[in-house]
Protein backbone atom coordinates (compact mmCIF):
# COMPACT_ATOMS: atom_id res chain seq x y z
CA UNK A 1 0.00 0.00 0.00
CA UNK A 2 1.24 3.55 -0.54
CA UNK A 3 0.08 6.54 0.55
CA UNK A 4 -0.45 9.88 -1.26
CA UNK A 5 -0.01 13.64 0.05
CA UNK A 6 -1.14 16.49 -2.20
CA UNK A 7 -0.24 19.64 -2.16
CA UNK A 8 -2.32 22.84 -3.04
CA UNK A 9 -0.12 25.86 -3.32
CA UNK A 10 -0.19 29.23 -4.22
CA UNK A 11 1.99 28.83 -7.64
CA UNK A 12 1.28 24.98 -8.73
CA UNK A 13 -0.12 21.98 -7.30
CA UNK A 14 2.08 18.87 -6.74
CA UNK A 15 1.18 14.98 -5.64
CA UNK A 16 3.25 12.37 -4.69
CA UNK A 17 2.95 8.84 -3.53
CA UNK A 18 5.25 7.72 -0.88
CA UNK A 19 5.28 3.74 0.35
CA UNK A 20 5.36 2.68 3.96
CA UNK A 21 9.39 2.80 4.12
CA UNK A 22 9.41 6.83 3.15
CA UNK A 23 10.63 5.97 -0.48
CA UNK A 24 8.81 8.37 -2.88
CA UNK A 25 7.33 5.96 -5.87
CA UNK A 26 5.52 8.50 -7.81
CA UNK A 27 4.82 12.53 -8.19
CA UNK A 28 3.26 14.89 -10.42
CA UNK A 29 3.77 18.70 -10.98
CA UNK A 30 1.18 21.47 -12.65
CA UNK A 31 1.86 25.08 -12.38
CA UNK A 32 -0.80 28.02 -13.08
CA UNK A 33 -0.45 31.82 -13.17
CA UNK A 34 -1.60 34.27 -10.56
CA UNK A 35 -4.49 36.41 -12.05
CA UNK A 36 -4.18 40.47 -11.27
CA UNK A 37 -7.23 41.59 -12.81
CA UNK A 38 -7.11 45.59 -10.93
CA UNK A 39 -4.10 46.87 -8.77
CA UNK A 40 -3.71 45.32 -5.82
CA UNK A 41 -5.98 42.13 -6.42
CA UNK A 42 -4.67 38.97 -6.76
CA UNK A 43 -7.00 35.65 -7.35
CA UNK A 44 -6.63 32.22 -8.70
CA UNK A 45 -9.27 30.72 -10.95
CA UNK A 46 -10.61 28.01 -8.77
CA UNK A 47 -11.93 25.83 -11.45
CA UNK A 48 -8.25 25.69 -12.95
CA UNK A 49 -6.59 24.58 -9.67
CA UNK A 50 -9.06 21.89 -9.01
CA UNK A 51 -8.38 20.75 -12.85
CA UNK A 52 -5.02 20.30 -12.03
CA UNK A 53 -4.73 19.24 -8.94
CA UNK A 54 -7.59 16.23 -10.54
CA UNK A 55 -4.53 15.76 -12.91
CA UNK A 56 -1.56 15.58 -10.16
CA UNK A 57 -3.48 13.55 -8.33
CA UNK A 58 -4.71 10.77 -11.20
CA UNK A 59 -0.80 10.78 -12.35
CA UNK A 60 0.21 9.73 -8.76
CA UNK A 61 -1.93 7.58 -8.80
CA UNK A 62 -1.33 6.00 -12.00
CA UNK A 63 2.71 5.94 -10.84
CA UNK A 64 1.63 4.40 -7.49
CA UNK A 65 -0.53 1.75 -9.34
CA UNK A 66 1.82 -1.51 -8.03
CA UNK A 67 1.82 -0.56 -4.94
CA UNK A 68 -2.04 0.98 -4.64
CA UNK A 69 -3.34 4.36 -2.53
CA UNK A 70 -5.04 3.14 0.17
CA UNK A 71 -5.42 6.95 2.20
CA UNK A 72 -4.58 10.61 1.06
CA UNK A 73 -4.38 14.11 2.40
CA UNK A 74 -3.66 17.55 1.60
CA UNK A 75 -1.81 20.45 2.20
CA UNK A 76 -2.82 24.14 1.10
CA UNK A 77 -2.28 27.68 1.22
CA UNK A 78 -3.84 29.24 4.02
CA UNK A 79 -6.77 32.06 3.82
CA UNK A 80 -7.75 31.52 0.13
CA UNK A 81 -11.45 30.48 0.19
CA UNK A 82 -13.24 29.45 -3.09
CA UNK A 83 -17.58 29.74 -3.14
CA UNK A 84 -18.84 26.34 -3.72
CA UNK A 85 -22.65 24.92 -4.27
CA UNK A 86 -23.87 22.00 -2.52
CA UNK A 87 -23.87 20.42 -5.60
CA UNK A 88 -19.86 21.01 -5.97
CA UNK A 89 -19.45 23.65 -8.43
CA UNK A 90 -16.99 25.97 -8.17
CA UNK A 91 -18.48 29.58 -8.27
CA UNK A 92 -15.87 31.57 -8.60
CA UNK A 93 -12.16 32.28 -7.79
CA UNK A 94 -9.96 32.78 -4.58
CA UNK A 95 -8.60 35.49 -3.46
CA UNK A 96 -5.09 35.41 -2.83
CA UNK A 97 -3.76 36.13 0.75
CA UNK A 98 -1.72 39.10 -0.96
CA UNK A 99 -5.11 40.90 -2.25
CA UNK A 100 -5.42 43.91 -0.53
CA UNK A 101 -9.30 43.74 -0.56
CA UNK A 102 -11.09 44.52 2.39
CA UNK A 103 -9.14 46.75 4.17
CA UNK A 104 -11.67 48.67 5.34
CA UNK A 105 -13.13 45.36 7.77
CA UNK A 106 -10.20 45.55 9.22
CA UNK A 107 -10.23 48.55 11.23
CA UNK A 108 -13.61 47.53 11.96
CA UNK A 109 -12.34 44.55 13.95
CA UNK A 110 -9.63 46.43 14.83
CA UNK A 111 -12.14 49.39 16.39
CA UNK A 112 -14.45 46.72 17.64
CA UNK A 113 -12.02 44.78 19.73
CA UNK A 114 -8.51 45.64 19.62
CA UNK A 115 -5.82 43.59 18.74
CA UNK A 116 -5.19 42.56 22.26
CA UNK A 117 -8.33 41.33 22.68
CA UNK A 118 -9.06 39.91 19.30
CA UNK A 119 -6.33 37.95 19.75
CA UNK A 120 -7.64 36.27 22.78
CA UNK A 121 -10.15 34.24 20.73
CA UNK A 122 -8.16 34.33 17.33
CA UNK A 123 -4.26 34.98 17.85
CA UNK A 124 -3.60 36.42 15.10
CA UNK A 125 -2.18 39.91 14.15
CA UNK A 126 -5.03 41.75 12.49
CA UNK A 127 -4.58 42.47 9.00
CA UNK A 128 -6.41 42.14 5.17
CA UNK A 129 -3.89 39.11 4.06
CA UNK A 130 -6.81 36.39 5.86
CA UNK A 131 -10.25 34.92 4.71
CA UNK A 132 -12.79 36.90 6.06
CA UNK A 133 -12.19 40.86 4.96
CA UNK A 134 -12.27 38.94 1.28
CA UNK A 135 -15.50 37.32 2.07
CA UNK A 136 -16.82 41.04 3.29
CA UNK A 137 -15.91 42.42 0.19
CA UNK A 138 -17.58 39.69 -1.55
CA UNK A 139 -21.06 40.53 0.20
CA UNK A 140 -20.51 44.21 -0.16
CA UNK A 141 -19.16 43.59 -4.12
CA UNK A 142 -20.69 40.83 -5.40
CA UNK A 143 -23.91 40.10 -3.61
CA UNK A 144 -25.16 38.12 -5.87
CA UNK A 145 -22.14 35.34 -5.99
CA UNK A 146 -22.54 35.68 -2.39
CA UNK A 147 -26.23 35.06 -1.76
CA UNK A 148 -25.26 31.63 -4.51
CA UNK A 149 -22.42 30.45 -2.49
CA UNK A 150 -23.70 27.39 0.13
CA UNK A 151 -20.29 27.35 1.34
CA UNK A 152 -16.64 28.81 1.47
CA UNK A 153 -14.05 26.19 1.38
CA UNK A 154 -10.49 26.42 1.52
CA UNK A 155 -8.02 24.30 -0.13
CA UNK A 156 -7.80 21.48 2.53
CA UNK A 157 -11.23 20.98 2.35
CA UNK A 158 -12.45 22.08 -1.28
CA UNK A 159 -9.91 19.12 -2.73
CA UNK A 160 -11.58 16.81 -0.04
CA UNK A 161 -15.02 18.07 -0.98
CA UNK A 162 -14.96 17.02 -4.66
CA UNK A 163 -13.65 13.71 -4.09
CA UNK A 164 -16.94 13.22 -2.29
CA UNK A 165 -16.46 14.21 1.62
CA UNK A 166 -19.00 16.54 3.29
CA UNK A 167 -17.21 20.37 4.00
CA UNK A 168 -14.48 19.94 6.16
CA UNK A 169 -11.41 22.24 7.12
CA UNK A 170 -8.89 21.41 9.26
CA UNK A 171 -8.04 23.37 12.38
CA UNK A 172 -4.71 25.36 11.53
CA UNK A 173 -6.50 26.39 7.99
CA UNK A 174 -9.85 27.80 9.68
CA UNK A 175 -7.36 30.03 12.17
CA UNK A 176 -6.65 31.68 9.13
CA UNK A 177 -9.83 33.07 8.49
CA UNK A 178 -9.94 35.33 10.97
CA UNK A 179 -13.37 33.29 12.33
CA UNK A 180 -11.93 30.52 14.15
CA UNK A 181 -12.25 30.30 18.50
CA UNK A 182 -8.71 28.90 18.67
CA UNK A 183 -9.34 27.72 22.30
CA UNK A 184 -12.54 26.60 21.49
CA UNK A 185 -11.46 24.53 18.40
CA UNK A 186 -14.42 25.60 16.30
CA UNK A 187 -15.88 28.75 14.69
CA UNK A 188 -16.67 31.21 17.02
CA UNK A 189 -20.28 32.44 17.17
CA UNK A 190 -18.64 36.12 18.51
CA UNK A 191 -16.50 36.64 15.94
CA UNK A 192 -19.32 35.42 13.32
CA UNK A 193 -21.94 37.64 14.95
CA UNK A 194 -19.88 40.46 14.79
CA UNK A 195 -19.23 39.25 10.44
CA UNK A 196 -22.47 39.06 10.49
CA UNK A 197 -21.94 35.52 8.56
CA UNK A 198 -24.13 32.55 9.00
CA UNK A 199 -22.37 29.39 10.36
CA UNK A 200 -24.07 27.50 7.91
CA UNK A 201 -21.48 28.83 5.48
CA UNK A 202 -19.00 27.59 6.69
CA UNK A 203 -17.67 23.91 6.56
CA UNK A 204 -17.24 22.05 9.74
CA UNK A 205 -14.37 21.76 11.22
CA UNK A 206 -11.59 19.00 12.33
CA UNK A 207 -8.53 18.19 13.56
CA UNK A 208 -5.19 17.21 11.31
CA UNK A 209 -5.09 13.90 11.38
CA UNK A 210 -8.83 12.70 11.22
CA UNK A 211 -10.24 10.89 8.76
CA UNK A 212 -12.82 12.75 7.05
CA UNK A 213 -14.51 10.56 4.60
CA UNK A 214 -13.67 8.13 1.43
CA UNK A 215 -12.98 9.35 -2.08
CA UNK A 216 -16.48 8.48 -4.25
CA UNK A 217 -16.81 5.60 -5.67
CA UNK A 218 -16.99 7.80 -9.08
CA UNK A 219 -14.28 10.09 -8.42
CA UNK A 220 -11.91 7.35 -7.62
CA UNK A 221 -12.57 5.28 -10.80
CA UNK A 222 -12.55 9.20 -12.77
CA UNK A 223 -8.90 9.64 -11.21
CA UNK A 224 -7.57 6.21 -11.30
CA UNK A 225 -7.98 5.72 -7.18
CA UNK A 226 -8.81 2.15 -6.63
CA UNK A 227 -12.21 2.12 -4.44
CA UNK A 228 -12.09 3.13 -0.47
CA UNK A 229 -9.41 5.44 -0.74
CA UNK A 230 -9.68 7.57 2.95
CA UNK A 231 -9.72 10.91 3.00
CA UNK A 232 -7.50 12.27 6.04
CA UNK A 233 -7.31 16.11 7.35
CA UNK A 234 -4.71 17.68 6.47
CA UNK A 235 -4.09 21.56 6.53
CA UNK A 236 -2.17 24.60 6.54
CA UNK A 237 0.76 23.77 3.93
CA UNK A 238 3.24 25.47 6.65
CA UNK A 239 2.18 23.27 9.38
CA UNK A 240 2.60 20.28 7.25
CA UNK A 241 5.56 21.74 6.03
CA UNK A 242 6.83 21.70 9.58
CA UNK A 243 5.89 17.87 10.28
CA UNK A 244 7.21 16.64 6.65
CA UNK A 245 10.18 18.11 8.18
CA UNK A 246 10.62 15.87 11.48
CA UNK A 247 8.73 18.51 13.79
CA UNK A 248 6.35 16.19 15.47
CA UNK A 249 7.72 17.37 18.95
CA UNK A 250 8.29 21.03 20.25
CA UNK A 251 11.22 23.01 20.50
CA UNK A 252 12.38 24.18 17.29
CA UNK A 253 11.68 25.65 13.68
CA UNK A 254 11.84 24.44 10.09
CA UNK A 255 12.29 27.52 7.43
CA UNK A 256 9.79 26.54 4.51
CA UNK A 257 10.86 28.21 1.29
CA UNK A 258 8.31 28.31 -1.28
CA UNK A 259 6.39 31.17 -3.45
CA UNK A 260 6.88 32.39 0.67
CA UNK A 261 8.96 31.74 2.86
CA UNK A 262 8.21 30.60 6.73
CA UNK A 263 10.10 30.07 9.29
CA UNK A 264 8.08 28.07 11.24
CA UNK A 265 8.66 27.51 15.22
CA UNK A 266 6.68 24.68 17.06
CA UNK A 267 5.57 24.87 20.53
CA UNK A 268 3.38 22.54 23.29
CA UNK A 269 1.52 25.49 24.73
CA UNK A 270 0.21 28.62 23.24
CA UNK A 271 3.17 31.16 24.56
CA UNK A 272 1.82 34.81 26.72
CA UNK A 273 0.28 36.65 24.42
CA UNK A 274 2.22 40.06 24.97
CA UNK A 275 5.91 38.45 24.22
CA UNK A 276 3.82 36.89 20.69
CA UNK A 277 2.55 40.27 20.21
CA UNK A 278 5.37 42.13 20.72
CA UNK A 279 6.80 40.07 17.93
CA UNK A 280 4.62 40.02 15.64
CA UNK A 281 3.67 36.42 15.41
CA UNK A 282 0.71 34.64 15.81
CA UNK A 283 -0.27 30.92 17.06
CA UNK A 284 -2.33 28.51 15.34
CA UNK A 285 -2.89 24.38 15.97
CA UNK A 286 0.02 22.01 14.31
CA UNK A 287 -1.29 19.62 12.38
CA UNK A 288 0.28 17.31 15.33
CA UNK A 289 -2.39 17.23 18.11
CA UNK A 290 -1.77 19.16 21.23
CA UNK A 291 1.25 21.27 19.44
CA UNK A 292 1.32 25.12 18.58
CA UNK A 293 2.89 26.73 15.81
CA UNK A 294 3.37 30.43 14.63
CA UNK A 295 5.00 31.83 11.40
CA UNK A 296 7.28 34.37 10.32
CA UNK A 297 6.83 34.70 6.80
CA UNK A 298 7.27 37.25 3.68
CA UNK A 299 8.19 36.84 -0.35
CA UNK A 300 10.73 34.58 -1.54
CA UNK A 301 10.44 31.88 -4.12
CA UNK A 302 7.57 34.99 -5.91
CA UNK A 303 10.48 37.05 -6.16
CA UNK A 304 12.91 34.37 -7.63
CA UNK A 305 9.90 33.87 -9.95
CA UNK A 306 9.80 37.27 -10.77
CA UNK A 307 13.47 37.41 -11.48
CA UNK A 308 13.54 34.35 -13.74
CA UNK A 309 10.04 36.00 -16.02
CA UNK A 310 11.55 39.57 -16.02
CA UNK A 311 15.50 38.62 -16.79
CA UNK A 312 15.12 35.36 -18.54
CA UNK A 313 11.59 35.53 -20.03
CA UNK A 314 12.60 33.62 -23.74
CA UNK A 315 14.58 30.81 -21.60
CA UNK A 316 12.37 30.68 -18.48
CA UNK A 317 11.21 27.59 -19.45
CA UNK A 318 14.06 25.38 -19.51
CA UNK A 319 14.60 23.15 -16.81
CA UNK A 320 17.46 24.18 -15.18
CA UNK A 321 17.25 27.41 -15.95
CA UNK A 322 17.36 27.70 -11.98
CA UNK A 323 20.45 26.82 -11.79
CA UNK A 324 21.87 28.31 -14.79
CA UNK A 325 20.88 32.04 -13.45
CA UNK A 326 22.43 30.82 -10.12
CA UNK A 327 25.52 30.23 -11.64
CA UNK A 328 25.55 33.81 -12.70
CA UNK A 329 26.15 34.64 -9.23
CA UNK A 330 29.20 36.11 -7.31
CA UNK A 331 30.87 33.69 -4.69
CA UNK A 332 30.63 37.13 -2.03
CA UNK A 333 28.55 38.91 -0.54
CA UNK A 334 26.77 41.50 -2.92
CA UNK A 335 26.74 45.27 -2.67
CA UNK A 336 23.19 45.15 -3.36
CA UNK A 337 20.01 45.73 -1.14
CA UNK A 338 16.63 44.61 -2.39
CA UNK A 339 13.33 45.26 0.19
CA UNK A 340 11.09 42.69 -0.24
CA UNK A 341 8.27 44.85 -0.08
CA UNK A 342 6.63 43.95 -4.00
CA UNK A 343 3.56 42.41 -2.15
CA UNK A 344 2.18 43.02 0.93
CA UNK A 345 4.33 41.59 3.72
CA UNK A 346 3.92 39.11 6.54
CA UNK A 347 5.08 39.31 9.84
CA UNK A 348 6.86 41.12 11.79
CA UNK A 349 6.14 44.30 9.67
CA UNK A 350 2.52 43.72 7.64
CA UNK A 351 2.95 46.42 4.87
CA UNK A 352 0.30 46.02 2.96
CA UNK A 353 1.20 49.65 0.61
CA UNK A 354 4.70 49.72 0.26
CA UNK A 355 6.79 48.75 -2.99
CA UNK A 356 10.09 46.70 -4.06
CA UNK A 357 13.45 48.43 -3.97
CA UNK A 358 16.92 47.58 -5.86
CA UNK A 359 19.35 49.96 -4.38
CA UNK A 360 23.08 50.47 -5.36
CA UNK A 361 23.03 49.34 -9.09
CA UNK A 362 26.09 49.85 -11.22
CA UNK A 363 26.51 49.78 -14.90
CA UNK A 364 28.56 47.14 -14.06
CA UNK A 365 25.94 45.56 -12.36
CA UNK A 366 24.70 41.57 -13.69
CA UNK A 367 21.88 40.09 -13.21
CA UNK A 368 23.55 37.33 -11.54
CA UNK A 369 24.31 40.57 -8.58
CA UNK A 370 20.54 41.02 -8.59
CA UNK A 371 19.77 37.46 -7.85
CA UNK A 372 22.17 36.83 -5.11
CA UNK A 373 21.00 39.98 -3.80
CA UNK A 374 17.23 38.84 -3.33
CA UNK A 375 18.25 35.90 -1.74
CA UNK A 376 20.42 38.18 0.56
CA UNK A 377 17.83 40.60 1.01
CA UNK A 378 14.61 37.75 1.80
CA UNK A 379 16.99 36.58 4.55
CA UNK A 380 17.77 40.06 6.10
CA UNK A 381 14.02 40.31 6.73
CA UNK A 382 13.67 37.50 9.15
CA UNK A 383 17.37 38.12 10.67
CA UNK A 384 16.36 40.10 13.92
CA UNK A 385 13.13 37.96 14.17
CA UNK A 386 14.60 34.80 14.07
CA UNK A 387 17.22 36.38 16.73
CA UNK A 388 13.84 36.70 19.11
CA UNK A 389 13.05 33.08 18.87
CA UNK A 390 15.41 32.37 21.52
CA UNK A 391 13.92 34.35 23.57
CA UNK A 392 10.19 32.40 23.98
CA UNK A 393 12.05 29.07 24.08
CA UNK A 394 12.60 27.83 20.31
CA UNK A 395 16.03 26.40 19.19
CA UNK A 396 17.90 28.37 16.25
CA UNK A 397 21.06 26.81 16.62
CA UNK A 398 20.13 25.09 13.20
CA UNK A 399 17.65 24.85 10.86
CA UNK A 400 15.76 22.33 8.53
CA UNK A 401 15.62 23.84 4.75
CA UNK A 402 12.23 22.52 2.92
CA UNK A 403 10.36 23.82 -0.07
CA UNK A 404 11.69 24.17 -3.79
CA UNK A 405 14.09 27.25 -2.41
CA UNK A 406 15.99 24.19 -0.36
CA UNK A 407 17.10 22.57 -4.03
CA UNK A 408 19.50 25.76 -4.30
CA UNK A 409 22.71 24.78 -2.81
CA UNK A 410 23.85 28.68 -3.24
CA UNK A 411 20.78 29.90 -1.45
CA UNK A 412 21.06 27.57 1.56
CA UNK A 413 25.23 28.72 1.91
CA UNK A 414 23.37 31.74 1.61
CA UNK A 415 21.18 31.51 4.61
CA UNK A 416 23.68 29.83 7.05
CA UNK A 417 26.34 32.51 6.10
CA UNK A 418 23.55 35.82 6.93
CA UNK A 419 22.45 33.82 10.10
CA UNK A 420 25.64 32.15 11.29
CA UNK A 421 24.00 28.86 11.76
CA UNK A 422 23.81 25.65 9.60
CA UNK A 423 21.23 24.61 7.39
CA UNK A 424 19.75 21.33 6.95
CA UNK A 425 18.54 20.11 3.97
CA UNK A 426 16.35 17.00 4.28
CA UNK A 427 16.80 14.03 1.68
CA UNK A 428 13.16 14.79 0.46
CA UNK A 429 12.73 18.95 0.62
CA UNK A 430 8.82 18.57 -0.82
CA UNK A 431 7.70 18.62 3.13
CA UNK A 432 4.47 19.44 2.96
CA UNK A 433 3.65 16.57 0.57
CA UNK A 434 5.51 14.33 2.75
CA UNK A 435 3.79 16.15 6.02
CA UNK A 436 0.56 15.18 4.69
CA UNK A 437 1.44 11.54 3.72
CA UNK A 438 2.84 11.09 7.49
CA UNK A 439 -1.31 12.47 8.71
CA UNK A 440 -2.42 9.89 6.40
CA UNK A 441 -0.42 6.63 7.39
CA UNK A 442 -0.58 7.63 11.01
CA UNK A 443 -4.27 8.13 10.59
CA UNK A 444 -4.99 4.71 9.27
CA UNK A 445 -2.61 2.99 11.10
CA UNK A 446 0.20 2.20 8.86
CA UNK A 447 2.37 3.83 11.87
CA UNK A 448 1.65 3.32 15.50
CA UNK A 449 2.10 7.08 15.68
CA UNK A 450 3.36 10.43 13.66
CA UNK A 451 7.16 10.05 15.75
CA UNK A 452 7.25 6.63 14.39
CA UNK A 453 6.22 7.90 10.90
CA UNK A 454 8.49 10.75 11.58
CA UNK A 455 11.33 8.05 12.14
CA UNK A 456 11.21 6.36 8.97
CA UNK A 457 10.45 8.99 6.72
CA UNK A 458 12.23 11.84 7.27
CA UNK A 459 16.22 11.69 6.11
CA UNK A 460 18.77 14.37 6.53
CA UNK A 461 20.98 14.64 2.74
CA UNK A 462 23.00 17.09 3.63
CA UNK A 463 24.30 20.45 6.33
CA UNK A 464 25.48 23.70 4.89
CA UNK A 465 27.63 25.03 7.94
CA UNK A 466 28.37 28.95 7.63
CA UNK A 467 31.47 30.50 6.03
CA UNK A 468 32.80 32.76 9.06
CA UNK A 469 34.49 35.51 6.85
CA UNK A 470 30.79 35.72 4.85
CA UNK A 471 29.20 35.80 8.02
CA UNK A 472 31.01 38.80 9.33
CA UNK A 473 30.28 40.85 5.98
CA UNK A 474 26.64 39.92 6.78
CA UNK A 475 26.81 40.80 9.64
CA UNK A 476 27.64 44.77 8.54
CA UNK A 477 25.09 44.82 5.63
CA UNK A 478 22.53 43.64 7.78
CA UNK A 479 23.02 46.64 10.12
CA UNK A 480 22.51 48.78 7.06
CA UNK A 481 19.86 46.95 5.66
CA UNK A 482 17.77 47.18 8.49
CA UNK A 483 17.94 51.03 8.52
CA UNK A 484 16.68 51.18 4.64
CA UNK A 485 12.93 50.10 4.86
CA UNK A 486 12.43 53.43 7.95
CA UNK A 487 14.45 55.89 5.77
CA UNK A 488 12.27 54.67 2.41
CA UNK A 489 9.00 54.04 3.95
CA UNK A 490 7.53 57.48 2.87
CA UNK A 491 8.40 56.73 -0.47
CA UNK A 492 7.42 53.43 -1.38
CA UNK A 493 2.96 53.22 -0.80
CA UNK A 494 0.95 53.63 -3.15
Known sequence: ??????????????????????????????????????????????????????????????????????????????EAATPLSADRRILGNCILSSDT???????????????????????????????????LWLRENA????????????WDGLAGFMLGCDPFTGYSEANRTLLFDMPGRDWSDELLGTAGIDRAKLPRCLPGGAIAGTVGDAAADDMGL??????????????????GAGLSRPGRAVDGIGTFECITPVYDRVPPAHAMLQQGL????????????????????????????????????????????????PADPTRLFVLPYFEMTGSPRFVSDASG??????????????LKAIMESVTYYFAESIESLRGIGIDTSEFVATGGGATSDPWLQIKADILGVPIVRPRITECGLLGAALLAGA????????????????????VFEPDRTRHSIYRERLEKYRGLFPLMRDYLSG
Not at 226 to 243: E, F, I
Not at 443 to 462: I, K, P, Y
Open 1 to 78: MSLLGVDVGTAGCKAAAFSEDGTCIARAYREYATLHPAEGRSELDSAEVWEKTHAVISEAAAGAARDPVTALCVSAMG
Open 101 to 135: RGREHVAMLEKRYGQKRFYEINPNILATNYTLPKI
Open 143 to 154: PDLYERTDVFLL
Open 226 to 243: PRGVKVVVGGHDQCCNAL
Open 282 to 329: NVEHHVVPGLYVSFLYNQAGLLVRWFRDTFAKERRDEEDIYDRLASEM
Open 357 to 370: VITGLKTHTTRGDI
Open 443 to 462: ATGVFDSLDEGVGRFVRHER
